[in-house]
């Protein structure tokens, strides 16, 4: 889409733990809601993703965030959990805004168990793919060593990203209405 707007829209929710909690929502022009750590993509539906980045920074330790996954119509399609190292994830020029699609974003893809970096997708040896209700992916990210490693109820699926830069934030994005999820930060 031409003309889609970079510009971010911040929009403050409470989490779990009573914390004041910061996203920045991205592409303005496709709806996200936030509540009380629940991210609800909104319709209409018009073929783009739409995506939040938590201003939290981690630039040293071990921190992770699980994600919930609260609510579908069609198994979590296209939704993806991960980092980028741009507070504002940068919409690609056809106006999606995913984590994973950019050379700053590195992203968990739970449909089919694979990873997004750059647009390129890489399957997963371990584990199989489904994105369900009720799955609980844990994305945890070793700053000391700049790695990315995912955990799927409970199944350790490893290191899947090295490398990382100095600096990531958290990233969410989703692509049906009504896909509803519920971020959870370990610290």
Same mark, same amino acid.
């Given at each position: 889409?031409? /003309?889609?707007s970079?510009?971010?829209?911040?929009? @403050?929710?409470? =989490?779990?733990?009573?914390?004041?909690?910061q996203?920045?929502?991205? @592409?303005?022009?496709?709806?996200?809601?936030?509540?009380?750590?629940?991210?609800? +993509? $909104?319709?209409?539906?018009?073929? !783009?993703?739409?995506?939040?980045?938590?201003? +939290?920074?981690? !630039?040293?330790?071990?921190?992770?965030?699980?994600?919930?996954?609260?609510?579908?119509? +069609?198994?979590?399609?296209?939704? &993806?959990?991960?980092?980028?190292?741009?507070?504002?994830?940068? !919409?690609?020029?056809?106006?999606?805004?995913?984590?994973g699609? !950019?050379?700053?974003?590195?992203? #968990?893809?739970? $449909?089919?168990?694979?990873?997004?970096?750059? &647009?390129?997708?890489?399957?997963? =040896?371990?584990?199989? /793919?489904?994105?369900?209700?009720?799955?609980?992916?844990?994305?945890?990210?070793?700053?000391?060593?700049?790695?990315?490693?995912?955990?799927?109820?409970?199944?350790h +699926?490893?290191?899947? #990203?090295?490398? $990382?830069?100095?600096?990531?934030?958290?990233?969410?994005? $989703?692509? #049906?209405?009504?896909?509803?999820?519920?971020?959870?930060? @370990?610290?």
């Amino acid at each position: 889409m031409e /003309g889609t707007s970079k510009t971010a829209d911040a929009t @403050a929710i409470t =989490a779990v733990r009573g914390v004041q909690q910061q996203w920045t929502c991205v @592409a303005p022009h496709t709806k996200l809601h936030v509540h009380q750590s629940v991210i609800t +993509r $909104l319709e209409p539906f018009d073929f !783009t993703h739409a995506a939040v980045v938590h201003q +939290r920074k981690y !630039t040293a330790g071990v921190h992770s965030f699980t994600v919930e996954l609260v609510a579908s119509e +069609r198994t979590f399609n296209f939704a &993806c959990f991960g980092v980028t190292s741009n507070p504002q994830l940068p !919409t690609c020029d056809d106006g999606h805004a995913a984590v994973g699609l !950019t050379d700053d974003s590195w992203a #968990y893809y739970p $449909l089919n168990n694979g990873v997004f970096h750059d &647009c390129e997708y890489t399957k997963l =040896a371990t584990g199989d /793919g489904r994105g369900a209700v009720n799955d609980k992916i844990m994305i945890t990210v070793d700053m000391d060593h700049h790695t990315m490693s995912v955990t799927v109820n409970g199944q350790h +699926r490893g290191v899947v #990203y090295r490398d $990382l830069p100095a600096a990531v934030y958290p990233a969410i994005s $989703l692509w #049906y209405p009504y896909d509803k999820v519920k971020v959870t930060f @370990a610290d």
